[in-house]
């Protein structure tokens, strides 16, 4: 449940594109579509953040 307003996406310190963010409002199914920033270091962990006025959360990302 991401919300409909669409937010900000980070991996590390670095902001990704967003190309998309969806949700169905009856589900609550969401999909977030944003492109991996460069420079990232592969096989590094970073936190992947997702943030938008419903609120925020944070995964584990690892650079491939």
Known sequence: FFGTQ???VT???KACN???WKMDTT???STIQAVVPKGLQK???YDLKVINAVGSDAEIFTAS
């Open 6 to 8: 669409r937010g900000k």
């Open 11 to 13: 991996i590390g310190v």
């Open 18 to 20: 967003v190309k998309s």
């Open 27 to 29: 589900t609550g199914t």
């Open 43 to 45: 096989g590094m962990t």
